[in-house]
């Protein structure tokens, strides 16, 4: 009895006994979790480290429960007994990219061999298929001298349960379930041409893509799936999809085979809470801490869709570290004798200090169809912006070519005199060779505002060409040292997210390959042309 009393399950799960128990009851009922008495556990274990259960419940689709068991092994010490030897290394978006970009370059030599076997190529296509491994990490049962570090209070102040597979919380399942992953799914790839299938699982997610006729596509996912259950895996049926447009590890992929194309986005829903979050912080001085960092780690993985919000997702992850080491220093405490509200605040962290991020995160999260475009072959810019900037003003010009063995052709020029409102908001002198870099990054941000409307969307590849190596990192980059490089940055970003333009390709040009553009740049002294 006195090994139940000092351990008590989370509110999560001692609220909602009915849930708990039915949950504790198909896991025993599986033989993954045994159910002993408070004494039995007394005697039969010499050292139990008893952890605290939490209960997750979501409501499907269908309107059907999810319950999710979560073991505190952390808290409780468990996880202190156990090591791991390695670091996992888990599949990205881009891995799908890479993958579906490798078997649009084999379509023709996989075609031809269609053809050599005289097999039907009617539907052609390709697609993707998303599956899900039931209780993954239960596949592995723990061994029996490490038993006592698996147990938990039951509740009822009689019983106690011992997990006797690896549970979710322990510190080892993902990688000992990434193993078994990675030994799978080389398996399952060794037994197919890359080019009809390619498949990549993330932790007990396993992500099928598959090209050819729709029989030939039928017969290689039936044989993918057997030999997986024939191994032993238990998949759930219900979680799985197929088709060209799938959600899989929070990220959802629609892929346009006929015109080359991956198209990657964040689910809805998780715009909508991410927004919701950077909106309610907007009015808050200060924020929680766990809070943050929870909408930190989701804006984290949107990160691996929407590359130029990196710099403002480092941004929050800098605040987080910098609060913690105030601290830890005592900083934080000697604000608080300084403040007027002298509560400990060790907890909440200031919005200022990530203040532009969170600006610039809800204006792009505030775009109810923000996608990236994956060519899945190599393009060749055929559009082309050449800016140019002198103390006097901007000037750019737009080019479009047909292929790219065509030459350039202007169609569009623009020209921009600095106002000094332009100095005052950059923080530069008016008319000085000091605010170069200034303006030849505001050039930029111009012809983007001008012919944004061109850019749109347009599965068109971009070439920009400038003669500062500087306006050219800060837009590589996404950042600078400089506030005011940085807010232009940050601009041009969120432009180029907007719009949905890709990859850019980036050249520096020499200044005097870069004539017209110069020409256009100085209002006041070119002359006549």
Not at 226 to 255: D, E, H, M, Y
Not at 308 to 333: P, Q
Not at 454 to 478: E, N, Q, T, Y
């Amino acid at each position: 009895a006195e090994l139940h009393a000092e351990t008590k399950n989370y509110r999560s799960f001692a609220d909602s006994p009915e849930d708990a128990n039915a949950e504790m009851e198909r896991l025993i009922e599986k033989g993954l979790v045994k159910r002993i008495t408070v004494d039995q556990a007394t005697n039969f274990f010499d050292k139990p480290v008893v952890s605290k259960m939490g209960l997750i419940i979501k409501e499907k689709l269908d309107g059907t429960k999810k319950r999710r068991i979560i073991v505190d092994a952390l808290r409780s010490g468990a996880n202190q007994q156990a090591t791991c030897p390695e670091r996992i290394v888990l599949p990205r978006p881009d891995d799908v990219h890479w993958s579906l970009s490798d078997m649009k370059s084999s379509e023709p030599q996989l075609k031809a061999w269609y053809r050599a076997q005289g097999l039907e190529a009617s539907e052609w296509s390709a697609e993707m298929v998303a599956a899900d491994f039931t209780d993954a990490f239960t596949h592995f049962p723990v061994a029996q001298q490490e038993l006592q570090q698996c147990v938990s209070p039951a509740g009822d102040g009689v019983h106690m349960y011992v997990f006797v597979a690896l549970f979710f919380g322990h510190k080892c399942a993902p990688l000992v379930m990434c193993r078994l992953s990675a030994l799978l799914t080389r398996i399952l790839q060794g037994m197919y041409w890359q080019a009809e299938l390619q498949l990549g699982t993330y932790i007990d997610d396993p992500l099928l893509l598959l090209q050819g006729s729709r029989a030939r596509r039928n017969r290689n996912v039936s044989l993918a799936l057997l030999t997986l259950g024939a191994l032993g895996l238990q998949i759930s049926w219900g979680k799985g999809a197929r088709g060209p447009v799938l959600t899989w590890i929070g990220v959802q992929f629609s892929l346009k085979w006929p015109e080359g194309q991956l198209l990657l986005s964040v689910p809805d829903k998780l715009r909508v809470e991410v927004l919701g979050k950077l909106e309610q912080w907007k009015t808050a001085g200060r924020v929680p801490l766990s809070e943050l960092r929870t909408v930190a780690g989701k804006l984290t993985w949107a990160t691996g869709i929407y590359k130029r919000a990196r710099w403002a997702v480092a941004m929050i992850f800098a605040a987080i570290a910098g609060h913690e080491a105030d601290v830890r220093s005592g900083e934080e405490e000697d604000r608080r004798a300084r403040r007027a509200d002298q509560r400990p605040k060790p907890h909440l962290v200031p919005v200022k200090r990530f203040e532009l991020a969170r600006q610039w995160l809800a204006a792009l999260f505030k775009a109810e169809a923000l996608v990236t475009r994956c060519p899945l072959w190599t393009t060749e810019p055929t559009l082309m912006l050449i800016t140019d900037a002198s103390p006097q003003g901007c000037g750019g010009l737009l080019l479009v070519r047909a292929s790219a063995k065509a030459r350039w052709t202007p169609v569009h020029a623009f020209q921009y005199a600095i106002e000094p409102a332009d100095a005052t908001l950059l923080g530069f002198e008016l008319g000085s060779h000091k605010a170069q870099s200034y303006l030849e990054t505001l050039a930029i941000f111009i012809a983007l505002g001008w012919w944004g409307r061109h850019l749109a969307a347009i599965p068109l590849g971009l070439a920009i060409r400038s003669d500062s190596m500087v306006a050219l990192a800060v837009l590589d980059k996404a950042s600078s040292s400089s506030p005011a490089l940085n807010m232009l940055a940050a601009e041009i970003a969120l432009k180029l997210e907007q719009l949905q333009v890709g990859k850019v390709g980036l050249t520096h040009v020499p200044g005097k390959l870069n004539e017209l553009a110069d020409w256009l740049s100085r209002p006041q002294s070119r002359g006549d042309c």
